[in-house]
């Protein structure tokens, strides 16, 4: 899984699986695309005005936690 982010745009880009093939964009909101592959898993969630979607109580930080381990890892936003 990858997460990207890119704050010239303000998209935020979760990648769930390598592409393969061509997908399928499945709008869900205003500020939230789904792409699927073929098969109909999904390859990545486009975040919108990523900004505003991410910021939330995290003071600008996007937070990855493991729920098993507890462990965490912090990533400033711009």
Not at 13 to 30: D, K, M, S
Not at 41 to 52: F, R, V
Request: charge should be negative.
């Amino acid at each position: 899984m990858k997460v990207a982010f890119d704050p010239r745009y303000n998209i935020a880009y979760i990648r769930l699986e390598e592409r393969t093939a061509e997908v399928e964009t499945i709008r869900v909101g205003g500020q939230l695309n789904v792409d699927l592959t073929p098969d109909g898993k999904i390859y990545g969630i486009e975040l919108l005005n990523a900004n505003e979607q991410l910021s939330g109580s995290a003071d600008g930080k996007l937070i990855l936690e493991n729920e098993a381990t507890g462990a965490t890892i912090e990533v400033n936003l711009p």
